[in-house]
């Protein structure tokens, strides 16, 4: 039984490697939600009403995915819930939640993380976490093309793209849960290239086998 989480900023690839890497390993796929996420377009449109909401609502829905995924066999998160504290950590910083949201919503988080102490498994076997540039990022936002992560929609989310890729190199360096690998998103287009698909894939392989986790 295998668990991986995938982490990295908006638009890096998270969703489109989880697809690859669980029909490779004949994993099943977790996504977060994001179509049928009720509050995300509402952040969008005003950051500082809604990033508690949104906080707590990723919060639920992940620890159900995780529940999920860390029961059954061999699957493939595309984000892990540790990524979740340094959104909402960046939003307060920016202003757009108080010290206050911050602490019960950190408190909250800690107290539902404990109770996967007694699932068979606490945390994933492997963290990818995918690095890219903020040119790579905004290609493939502009890209996917979901409307209210656009620059047009809305100016200001140049700096906050740009402060998130700033939180994120610290994080990585940081995360401890378990063992990790950092995949150049950059230099892969695992998209349209069959043979980086497979560069990709053999790295993520090549650890696992490394772990004792093939
Ligand atoms: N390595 C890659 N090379 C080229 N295009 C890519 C690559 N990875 C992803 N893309 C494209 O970039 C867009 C965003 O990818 P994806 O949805 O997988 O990102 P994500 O990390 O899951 O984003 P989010 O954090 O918003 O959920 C998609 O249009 C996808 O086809
Ligand atoms: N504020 C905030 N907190 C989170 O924990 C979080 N997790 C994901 N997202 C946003 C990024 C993408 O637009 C979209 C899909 O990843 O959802 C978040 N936004």
Do not use: C
Not at 139 to 165: A, M, N, V
């Amino acid at each position: 039984m295998t668990v991986i989480a995938l982490s990295g900023p908006i638009g890096a690839g998270k969703s489109t490697l989880t697809k690859i890497l669980a029909a490779d390993l004949g994993s099943q796929a977790f996504y977060e939600s994001v179509e049928d996420n009720p509050v995300l377009p509402l952040f969008y449109a005003d950051p500082a009403k809604y990033a508690f909401l949104l906080q707590i609502y990723f919060l639920n829905t992940r620890f159900r995915n995780i529940k999920d995924a860390l029961v059954a066999d061999n699957n493939v998160l595309d984000r892990s819930i540790y990524e979740d504290e340094l959104f909402f950590q960046m939003n307060a910083d920016m202003g757009r939640a108080n010290q206050t949201e911050v602490d019960i919503y950190r408190d909250l988080l800690h107290n539902m993380m404990e109770e996967l102490k007694t699932l068979p498994k606490k945390a994933p076997d492997l963290l990818v976490h995918i690095d890219v540039s903020y040119d790579t990022m905004l290609k493939r936002i502009t890209k996917r093309g979901r409307s209210f992560e656009q620059l047009s929609y809305d100016p200001t989310l140049e700096t906050y793209y740009k402060t998130l890729l700033e939180y994120y190199g610290p994080w990585y360096e940081n995360y401890n849960y378990s063992p990790k690998i950092r995949i150049d998103g950059d230099k892969y287009d695992f998209v349209e290239s069959k043979e980086d698909q497979t560069a990709v894939i053999t790295q993520i392989e090549d650890k696992l086998h490394e772990l004792g986790q093939l």
